[in-house]
């Protein structure tokens, strides 16, 4: 079928906000996207899967700062930097079609427009924000939404905040979006609806505050400068913006908007199905088909995050048990709807059962029985027709149906469940057929060719519709069973399977985890202490005039002697020469940061135009300059070649 015949399919993700490392939650929700994205292509639809980051806000503002570096390079390095966001989805085998970053011109400037015409509508308005801000979350509430007067998503303070502000008419559109989560399948799970109409919609929709002036980290309201657009107007658009609309970076958002789906976390529920809806129908935009708002990973039954210093880095588990045994526990061990406990333990269970002994051992078994009894080809002739094998032979013709109705409602677990209760009954099969035991006579050669076949064609379903959840293992198995068709019309008839197959054995597919060893080692790891954070900056100082500058002697001097001042904790004692003749003495408090002789012969700066003075009883004839960042004081060295008593200028 051509492309443009083809049933068209766009799902999104999160755009994820670069501001600290993703975490197995953040995976969790890319994994399943993935996933669906994948089933759809199985399914002959053409599909386009975004995902991309969020980069606005005052929390990256803030964060770069401390970490000295501008916020675009700040995100940068998150994004596209060795580890970063793109690294992490390639390495997951995340097939998106499109990225956006919120920092790209385009979106800005499209995002520009979108504010602009809302505002024409009269539908953004200019007033006045008093209420409470979370700065991690960059959400405003209002005092009754508070929850113990802390943020209702996170648990953190908020802060008082009052400024000038543009507002959008939330209120204006309270009752159709309150019908549409009511009266349609917009928001799944069901649950959420409950949750958005009784805690949000009927306890009275405000409008919303959609522009800030204490930051500059974000889209620039063109037309009132000091004004930036609110960071979740600027990112909910994106969904619009990476297909073309208000741009001309792209020019598809006619073939793919509205979108199929939205997947989002619970806690991002509110956005995107009041908020967001309630903004596309005042730029008179087609609403997405649906939002499913999935659970979220839990550590010890809280909230994965760094703050709470839990995070499981997913590139280590990556790289511990291969990119598919970590993408199919995810789908596998927790219903996507609700929340799940995350846990090493669980991890490791989920390989060592389903993978190592139930389809790792089923394919290898599988195999090798092939090549040891037919040398690796199954012969043509020999396949006879059994009544007493229909139990897996329905079991896996009726499979595609089966895991079709859970795919459609996004039941990633209870998919895989079909799949592993067909694996289980095929490995049951081998123990009631025991081939070892038909092998023992020439007799038996055509049941045992059928017992082989049958085998090899509930792989071959079972492995074809894995092709979503472990792409790379699907592929594998295929190729070890000689398999040749894995579309979708050939996983739905039983005996797609060439009777005269050729298999190849190979290693293990996912080898056994010693769990108490791996455990040891997994604590060893954790134990590495996390990488300190930047210090802040310090706060900065009032102008100066080039004089005022000048005024400053700055001398290169050399270290002849240094001491520690006795009594004194801080104080090291320098005797430099500064170029004159005549040694100059200076204290300085740096002994907590160096001995005396890693100092003596090194080429250091002092000022020496400051009033001699007495510390500790000895006299100090200037200052030797240090660099200072939080708790850290480096002497500033020069190298050795510049001569003493050379001024800086
Ligand atoms: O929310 N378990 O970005 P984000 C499951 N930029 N999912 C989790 C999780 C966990 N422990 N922790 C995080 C944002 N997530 C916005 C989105 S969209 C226009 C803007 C999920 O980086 C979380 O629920 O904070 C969210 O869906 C996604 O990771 C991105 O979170």
Not at 91 to 115: C, E, G, P, W
Not at 163 to 176: G, I, N, W
Not at 244 to 262: E, L, R, T
Not at 496 to 506: F, H, N, P, Q
Request: one cysteine or more; hydrophobic letters at 40%.
């Amino acid at each position: 079928m051509c492309d443009s015949c083809k049933k068209k399919f766009y799902i999104t993700t999160p755009i994820y906000y670069p501001s600290d490392k993703l975490h197995i939650g953040h995976t969790y929700c890319t994994v399943a996207t993935d996933a669906m994205a994948r089933y759809k292509r199985l399914r002959g639809y053409d599909v386009m899967f975004l995902t991309g980051t969020d980069e606005h806000g005052q929390k990256i503002e803030t964060r770069a700062k401390s970490a000295g570096i501008t916020p675009q390079q700040f995100v940068d390095n998150i994004v596209t930097g060795e580890k970063g966001v793109l690294d992490l989805w390639k390495l997951m085998n995340i097939s998106y079609d499109r990225f956006i970053r919120t920092t790209d011109d385009y979106h800005v400037a499209a995002v520009q427009k979108i504010f602009k015409k809302m505002y024409d509508k009269g539908d953004i308005y200019k007033g006045k924000y008093t209420g409470m801000y979370c700065t991690p979350c960059e959400s405003f509430w209002t005092e009754s939404q508070l929850k113990d007067g802390k943020c209702p998503d996170c648990g953190r303070d908020c802060q008082p905040a009052e400024e000038e502000a543009y507002f959008f008419k939330l209120s204006k559109y309270a009752q159709p979006v309150r019908d549409l989560l009511t009266n349609t399948d917009f928001l799944e799970p069901k649950s959420r609806v409950h949750e958005m109409v009784n805690n949000f919609i009927d306890a009275g929709l405000e409008d919303l505050c959609v522009s800030r002036t204490s930051f500059t980290w974000g889209v620039p309201v063109d037309f009132d400068p000091g004004h930036v657009v609110y960071v979740w107007v600027d990112a909910l658009f994106n969904y619009t913006t990476a297909l073309g609309f208000m741009n001309d970076k792209y020019d598809d958002y006619k073939d793919w908007w509205p979108a199929d789906v939205h997947f989002v976390g619970k806690e991002i529920v509110r956005f995107h199905s009041i908020i967001w809806p309630a903004m596309l129908m005042s730029m008179e935009m087609p609403l997405p088909k649906k939002v499913y708002g999935h659970g979220w990973l839990l550590l010890d039954g809280g909230k994965m995050s760094k703050s709470k210093g839990n995070v499981v880095d997913p590139q280590v588990l990556a790289d511990r048990y291969g990119v598919d045994a970590l993408r199919f526990f995810l789908l596998r061990s927790f219903p996507f709807g609700s929340d799940g406990n995350f846990s090493n333990e669980l991890l490791i269970s989920c390989i060592n059962t389903d993978l190592a002994n139930d389809l790792g051992n089923l394919v290898s078994r599988t195999v090798a029985m092939v090549q040891k009894y037919f040398g690796g080809t199954l012969p043509l002739a020999q396949l006879e027709d059994a009544e007493k094998d229909a139990e897996l032979t329905t079991m896996a013709s009726e499979l595609h149906a089966r895991y079709e109705t859970q795919m459609e409602s996004y039941a990633f677990q209870n998919a895989l469940g079909e799949i592993f209760s067909v694996i289980s009954r095929a490995n049951k099969y081998i123990d009631e057929n025991a081939p070892w035991v038909l092998a023992k006579d020439e007799n038996n050669r055509p049941r045992l060719a059928r017992v082989m076949y049958n085998l090899l064609e509930t792989v071959r379903i079972c492995a074809g519709l894995l092709q979503p959840f472990m792409p790379a293992t699907s592929e594998e198995i295929m190729r070890r069973i000689g398999a040749e068709r894995t579309d979708w019309d050939s996983l739905c008839v039983y005996g797609g399977l060439k009777a005269d197959t050729t298999v190849v054995a190979g290693n293990a597919l996912f080898p056994r985890i010693d769990a108490a060893k791996e455990l040891e080692e997994l604590e060893k790891l954790n134990a590495k202490p996390a990488e300190p954070e930047a210090d802040p900056l310090p706060e900065p100082l009032p102008p100066i005039c080039f004089d005022d500058f000048c005024k400053v002697e700055m001398t290169v001097v050399k270290v002849l002697t240094c001491e520690n001042v006795k009594k004194s904790e801080k104080l090291l004692k320098f005797t430099l020469d500064d170029g004159s003749g005549t040694p100059r003495q200076i204290l300085s408090g740096i002994a907590k940061y160096y001995k005396p002789e890693e100092l003596i012969g090194k080429t250091l700066v002092a000022v020496t135009n400051l009033p001699p003075r007495k510390m500790m009883g000895q006299e100090s004839c200037g200052m030797i300059l240090s660099a200072e960042r939080g708790e850290k004081l480096q002497v500033v060295m020069l190298d050795d070649s510049v001569p003493a008593g050379a001024r800086l200028v």
